[in-house]
């Protein structure tokens, strides 16, 4: 009695089937009518968000890409016209350097021309003063001369006093 037969199971009554089949499909047709529009519309609609965020973010990553590469150009510009400003300061600091040291070597070598100039100077005022003693000690020596008749020994003492003289010059 276990095995029952496969016609038992299954009845097939077309008097309940011919009113389920069209239940089934009334109700079909209004679930369709009343369900399926609105949550079609919402799925469409969710669908729209979700394509409008992922465009706008495809438009932010290519927003970011292009500042990326604007920044990427200005710093390069950055760096280069660092690179011209340092190369010109370097440039007037050497300029600058060279006329200092040549200023310098001019003042050098005014002040050594000054310097020998005074040289000479003081040297010429200095024989000129040995010249005027030696003078004057002549003049006294031929006054002395011309005064005294000289014999040989008068002589040598006037020639030893005048050496003296020349001496403590």
Do not use: C, W
């Amino acid at each position: 009695m276990i095995y029952a037969r496969v016609t038992d199971f299954f009845s097939i009554d077309l008097g309940t089937i011919i009113p389920t089949l069209l239940n089934t499909l009334i109700m079909f047709l209004v679930l369709k009518h009343f369900f399926f529009k609105p949550v079609n519309a919402v799925l469409d609609k969710r669908k729209a968000e979700v394509q409008k965020t992922y465009d706008d973010a495809d438009k932010a990553n290519r927003e970011a890409e292009e500042y990326k590469a604007e920044y990427t150009q200005k710093l390069s510009g950055a760096k280069e016209e660092s690179a011209k400003i340092i190369d010109i300061a370097t440039k007037r600091a050497n300029s600058r350097s060279d006329e200092i040291i040549t200023e310098a070597k001019a003042e050098a070598k005014h002040i050594v021309a000054n310097a020998h100039s005074e040289i000479e100077k003081e040297k010429k005022i200095a024989v000129n003063e040995i010249k005027d003693e030696i003078t004057g000690m002549v003049f006294d020596v031929a006054g002395k001369v011309v005064n005294k008749e000289l014999n040989t020994d008068d002589n040598e003492k006037l020639i030893e006093e005048f050496i003296e003289n020349v001496g403590e010059l």
